[in-house]
């Protein structure tokens, strides 16, 4: 998965988060039953926004970092660099990764490569 696609999951993510809290605010003022496990849940869910925003936040800082290094490297025609993943990539064009998640943890810092998925 592309961080592109990662971002744009993280934020898809959020929205409905965002809705399930509505829905679940409005439950809560309509309902006659116990409703005593709604607010935990939306806690949760804050809890859960919070750390898919700060995601997003360094996926777009790794983004920018890597826009930067292309911007000032220029690679000689058919030469191998070495992406972030570790994989090469020909005239800096970057290989797909994987879309069926493998080898996919969450964001992390790593001292030698940034951050990755």
Excluded: C
């Excluded at 949760?44 to 925003?53: D, F, G, P, S, Y």
């Amino acid at each position: 998965m592309s961080l592109y696609q990662e971002v744009d999951r993280l934020e898809n993510s959020i929205k409905h988060l965002r809705r399930s809290n509505t829905e679940l605010k409005q439950h809560e003022l309509e309902s006659e039953e116990d409703t005593s496990w709604v607010e935990p849940t939306i806690a949760e869910n804050e809890q859960l926004i919070a750390k898919q925003t700060r995601q997003i936040e360094l996926v777009k800082l790794e983004l920018s970092g890597r826009q930067a290094v292309s911007n000032t490297a220029s690679p000689e025609p058919n030469q191998r660099l070495e992406g972030s993943n570790g994989e090469h990539r020909e005239n800096g064009v970057s290989h797909s990764e994987p879309i069926n998640g493998e080898g996919k943890t969450d964001v992390a810092a790593s001292s030698e490569n940034g951050f990755h998925l």
